[in-house]
């Protein structure tokens, strides 16, 4: 029950930030935007360009919203003391670790869910049009999925949660504000290019001393491109097996459930 | 001392947890996974990031908007074109392809600039085409087309039903094999048209082109070039198709 108590609260103090409301209204501002920036795209499908305007918002504002968020809910329970009070309560740490990454979480499906409505409106309309243009010009009509969209948002979700169980862990032993947003960031990036540290250690070129150190830091962080299938999955009408975005949630489940567990064990013996 | 073996096991145990995990997902699914993945994905490698500007693959692979991204390369590649920046302009064409490679446009663009500018501005840097020996601006061209077919065989990897591209590099053959040794180079221009016409989306003027150079500059292969075009007369498919073919063998025929 606290838990819920917890998250709930969590959820609504982040509900009410400007910051909060400022990057939704951005990124929705973009993905509606993007219909009137499509005439600078060089000759590629304009449904691909709006799509990949709003998957690129949605993880951009997403990621942006997942690190400031944590760290800031997380450090104003800490400096305005709220966390001791709280915690002497019958509150375990655990419950408030937890409690707090859900709301999080809450906070991070609510901007997902209405970016990718959104991104789904404006494809849903546009995709007809561009159908009959296509058609017209005797060319293959653009294809788009509904269904697809929803999984993809799914997806990015999952990957938002490593994302902020990632700033959890760091924000858990950091010791100011603005540490554990760098250090948060700088995590983000080795996540996204977790790939090219794979491919150094595997690499014929590289020296012995790189091969393993790229090998063990690519083992040590998730690879985040995994869940970056937004264009097979809403404009490919070959789409990607179930089995294949199972795994992926799978994945990102695993990898946000141990960072909260890292985190909660280094929030255990934190001296609040 | 015991403080600092504390923090050091601690550090430890937590990269010892963080790669089991690591580990364990890649070993149970997440390696293979990732390898199916990245066939379906934008060029994703090491090479690209060492190869094209770094920061634009950091900006392209860290908040999406990869065809935005790919966009603005390709207009600051046309910038430094207008400026014939060689070197600038070829990177951030790459880049451009990179972020974006199931754009037609960035590919045949790209091997415009390689295969017919850039040879142009290397000759006019190293003095103008008076300066310039033949033999040393042949061999300028020649590895401008060298580059040009290398990048054909990338593109026509990216868009492997495309015809156009082997049209493409069969024009390109024409043009550039005339300008290197003095006489194109009919026959591997036919062989690029006969890559053309078995793809599935093989273009009705690949046949005509082909039958055409092999009647007017090549009779002796016309032959051969009939054979080609009976044995594609029985995969048409399309009676549009069929017509085309058997234009293409009436012209054959012609005197």
Redesign the interface.
Known sequence: MSIYWIARNTFLEAVRQRFFNFLLILGLLMTALSLA?SG?????NEL??VA??G??????FGSILAVVMTVQLFFAEIDNRTAITLLAKPVSRFEFVVGKFAGIALLLAVFVALMALLLGIVLALRQPVLAAIAEQRGSLAPYFSLSGLALFAVLQWIRLLIVAAMTFFFTSFAQTYLYAVVVSFCG??IA??Q??L???AA?DKTGTFAKIAAG?I??????L??F???P?LTLDAAGVPAG?VL??A??GC??AG?LIF?AFAFFRSREM | MKTAVLKISKLLAVLAILAGTGICLNFAFAGDLWLRLRSRMPETSAASLADTAGTGMALGTLGGFRTVLADIAWLRAYSFWEKSSLNDCEALCALARTMDPQNFFFWENSINYVAYDFPNWVIRERGGWRQVSEAVQAEIHRRAYARGLELVGEWSQRFPESGHVWTYAAQMCIVKTAVIYGRSDFESALQFYERAMLCEKAPWFAFLAYANITRMQLPERRERSRDFLRERLSAAGTPERLAVIEDALEILSAE
């Open positions: 920036l600078f795209d060089f000759g590629g691909k360009f990949d305007f998957f690129g918002g949605l993880f951009l983000l990036l996204q290019l790939y090219v794979q491919d150094v690499g063990t690519a083992q040590c962080v998730p690879n491109q995994l970056n299938l937004g097979q294949t795994a992926a799978g994945y695993v990898w141990i890292l």
